[in-house]
């Protein structure tokens, strides 16, 4: 039943962007011209790969760091818990757009960080790991009380409990919201054209400049997000299964 309802719905959004093709080329009497996209092919490429590789390097380090905040967030220190409550606070509060900013043209010049690949890797994971981190928060607190005073009477320590019962649970539980967490980092990529990283979004618009083919690219750019979200969505079904999550 899952499997017809995930092919249903791929074929749905095939079907939608095949309609709005049909649609824009109808009412605006536009004449598609996938000639002028194709000597970029390598170019577009490049970006594209460089988006989903930013992607998965920010989502290995978010889920580090998340976990990381969570535990500074929940420590008996309280100079430690407020950093990381504080710093949770201006990642919510703040757009993505704007920590790009101030976060490259003026803490990352402060600092000496030039390089745009690291800078980009470091706000989009200071970014993603306060969600990660109340993500973590979720499935650490629907563990029920009973497992923790199980490990207690068996003289676990925090570290035993946390890493022989908590964690391997909570990585099980986490995994659908980190599907949709995973996937708007993959889009919020396209912000980091602000600092003219050359990722998937910015390449397109690079290429729109030259050749005019504004709707053209635009579709390449939504296939390009799809080609790389919807098989994602797919493998967290298949870890689901293989994990037995309900």
Known sequence: ???????????????????????????????????????????????????????????????????????????????????????????????LLVLVVILYYIVGQAFYINDRFTSAIIILTFYNSSYISEIYRGGIESIPLGQWQAAKVFGFSRYQTYRHIILPQVFKSILPPLTGQLALLIKSTALLSYMAVDEFFNTIMGINANTFAYIEGYIVLATGYLIITIPLSILIKYLEKKLRVI
């Open 1 to 95: 039943m899952k499997k017809e309802s995930k092919l249903i719905s791929l074929l749905m959004t095939v079907l939608f962007y095949g309609m709005l093709i049909i649609f824009v080329g109808i009412r605006f009497r536009y004449s598609y011209d996938w000639s002028s996209l194709s000597k970029y092919t390598s170019v577009i490429l490049e970006g594209w790969i460089l988006t989903l590789v930013m992607s998965i390097v920010a989502l290995f380090f978010s889920l580090i760091f998340g976990l990381a905040l969570y535990f500074m967030k929940k420590s008996k220190t309280s100079t430690i818990r407020y950093i990381g409550k504080t710093f949770t606070e201006v990642m919510f509060g703040s757009p």
